[in-house]
């Protein structure tokens, strides 16, 4: 069964680190983009960081830019978000997707452009 597997969620205080993973156990996916994205209760999803297929290009949101880090291991068919600093307004759900190549990183950030699948999504509350 084709899906993205997000795991490292959790409870962590503010200023503390998290590393999410997005993991493809059934498909290769160095052909996609890799996003990932978040939905906090009773607001819109939003882009986090994405990065290209190749790993070249990356895209981060102004919120999370130097705080966050995107990165992947194709050889893992894994993709890395590491956080740190964390902050209670970056408590959300937290999905990654993958994404047609040949949309740019930020398109795919900023308008959820080219998506073809979700992850369940993981849970990382930020809170003292």
């Known amino acids: 069964q084709l899906q993205l597997v997000e795991s490292g969620g959790g409870l962590v205080q503010p200023g503390g680190s998290l590393r999410l993973s997005c993991a493809a156990p059934?498909?290769?996916?160095?052909?996609?983009?890799i996003g990932w994205f978040r939905q906090a209760p009773g607001k819109e999803r939003e882009g986090v960081s994405c990065i290209s297929s190749s790993g070249s290009s990356t895209n981060y949101a102004d919120s999370v830019k130097g705080r966050f880090t995107i990165s992947r291991d194709n050889a893992k068919n894994t993709v890395y978000l590491q956080m740190s600093s964390l902050k209670p307004e970056d408590t959300a759900v937290y999905y990654c997707a993958t994404g047609r190549r040949f949309t740019s990183v930020q398109a795919m950030c900023d308008q959820s452009l080219g998506i073809v699948m979700w992850g369940q999504g993981t849970q990382v509350t930020v809170s003292s």
């Open positions: 059934a498909f290769t996916f160095d052909y996609y983009n």
